[in-house]
């Protein structure tokens, strides 16, 4: 069973909007933490923001901040003020593993973003 | 300011070659990675290494073996490679703390023929 779900394979956004990234997770444990993750065209993976299942507050990081809606297992990434550096792959991961310390990541399949000037 | 190293970046193999990637990082992290990145797919984990001299399997290991040399250095291996595995390799580390990320090298794109 698949259990990170990214349903939006391509997006476009104008620049300077805000646009929200969707992810949904599945998931028995009671603790568990969601990581976004940013791929341009070059390749590199850069990590955005994280979520605990434990934390309170939604997560903020600069432009990118995380609604988490824990009852409804989603944590839908949102980019204030798009540029048109934004544009890339976006990838949302699971962290398995505390009971074995692996902290392993289930990764989605990921949304293409396009900024549009 | 190095971070994760992979090597090589770009490979291609024949069919039945074998190679090893080499991985290695700067940070101290106790806990490393091998992902493969398929197209239109997300990153699968093949092997990883929750501390130094234990290694464990992921997702997807058939046809791959590890080794965790040390601390820092973390090799993955291709014994007879077969064009299934081309693909984007990554390599990962992470202090191993629950709230802490991966950090990622910058991939090793392996085409086999």
């Known amino acids: 069973a698949q259990k990170i779900t990214q349903t939006q394979p391509g997006m476009f956004v104008q620049e300077k909007e805000a646009v929200t990234l969707d992810c949904t997770y599945d998931t028995s444990d009671p603790s568990y933490g969601l990581f976004w993750y940013k791929q341009p065209s070059s390749g590199e993976m850069i990590f955005l923001i994280y979520?605990?299942?434990?934390?309170?507050q939604n997560a903020t990081e600069g432009r990118y901040s995380l609604n988490f809606q824990k009852a409804r297992k989603s944590a839908n990434l949102v980019i204030s003020a798009s540029q048109l550096g934004d544009s890339a792959m976006y990838f949302c991961a699971m962290r398995e593993g505390f009971v074995d310390s692996s902290y392993k990541l289930i990764f989605g399949s990921g949304t293409r973003l396009l900024v549009r000037p | 300011n190095a971070g994760v190293t992979q090597t090589p970046k770009f490979q291609v193999l024949k069919t039945g070659q074998s190679m090893t990637l080499q991985c290695a990082q700067d940070?101290?992290?106790?806990?490393m990675y091998w992902y493969r990145q398929d197209p239109g797919m997300g990153l699968r984990l093949i092997y990883y290494?929750?501390?130094?001299?234990?290694?464990d399997k992921g997702e997807v290991p058939n046809g791959y073996n590890v080794s965790r040399l040390n601390k820092r250095e973390f090799s993955l291996r291709l014994e007879s490679a077969a064009p299934s595995q081309t693909s984007v390799y990554f390599c990962a580390s992470s202090e191993g703390r629950s709230n802490q990320p991966q950090h990622f090298g910058d991939g090793t794109r392996l085409s086999i023929l």
């Open positions: 290494s929750a501390s130094e001299g234990t290694t």
């Open positions: 940070m101290n992290h106790n806990s």
């Open positions: 979520q605990g299942s434990y934390d309170q």
